[in-house]
């Protein structure tokens, strides 16, 4: 697997090897919002202000997607990619995103009923499927719209380019999922993480846990309960991988067939 020994990640491997990974990317902020609206708005954190997981950039500040509409692009999206809300420049008129702004929360909350400890496989999907099945789900979606959009624009003589924004809440607690993935780690020996790095590290600033503290207290389980952290990991990358093998889907051929993802990748390998 590209994301190390021990996880199984055979369609992100089969994506990977067909695209450009990035292999050198690193968080400015040790929590997942400031990160975002750093990596949506091109700003580092000094310049947006923004530590904690309440705190949003001002809307009149360009965005991701925005940049791409502002010439001209589809720009449509699904799941986890701003912290709760979809914030940022879509053509919801073309296609909505999902989900909405407060029924992340609800998702949220139907795993978190389900779970019976730290790590929690399950046989049945909670109502209305997995949370990140259903963001998948809408990003291919979303696909289907953008390219069908774009091969119009091109049996007209025009051209029609997208951006598809695809994020998934995983690793993210609540650590609920298929069994289906659990079952691909028994014959793996993961070893826990050793007790002598289970806190703080000495100087590290406060703001940098952000306003949580869970993944300190999932470090200080008991061994036992630790390794099943430690294999629920591993299983993350497994379940967060495309459920989709996009080697086999109808868009395949289509996408080969309209220029804009050879010439969007020449464009981002020259820049």
Known sequence: SIFGRFAITPNLDRLAARGVTFDR???????????????????????????????????????????????????????????????????ESVYPYFPEAGQFQKLIRAERSLQNSTVTPLDKPPPGGFMDVQFADHGMACLEKAVDLAMQARASGKSKPFFVGVGFHLPHEPY??????????????????PANVRRRPFGMPAFALGDVQS??????????????????EQHLWS?????????????????????????????????
Request: glycine residues 8%.
């Open 25 to 91: 990317a690193y968080a400015q902020v040790t929590v997942c919002n400031p990160s975002r609206n750093s990596f949506m708005t091109g700003r580092v954190p000094d310049v947006t202000q923004v530590w904690n997981f309440e705190s949003q950039v001002p809307g009149f500040w360009v965005n991701l997607p925005g940049h791409f509409r502002s010439h001209g692009y589809t720009t449509l999206g699904a799941g986890k990619l701003w912290h709760w809300m979809p914030h940022g420049d879509w053509d």
């Open 176 to 193: 609920v999922f298929p069994s289906e993935f659990w079952k691909l780690y028994d014959d793996v020996a993961i070893p826990s993480v």
């Open 215 to 232: 993944p300190f207290s999932y470090l200080n389980q008991p061994m036992g309960e630790n390794g099943q952290l430690r294999k629920g």
């Open 239 to 271: 379940y967060s991988t495309p459920p989709v093998d996009l080697s086999k889907s109808p868009l395949e051929g289509r996408a080969a067939e309209h220029p804009f993802p050879k010439t969007m990748r020449n464009e981002l390998l020259r820049g």
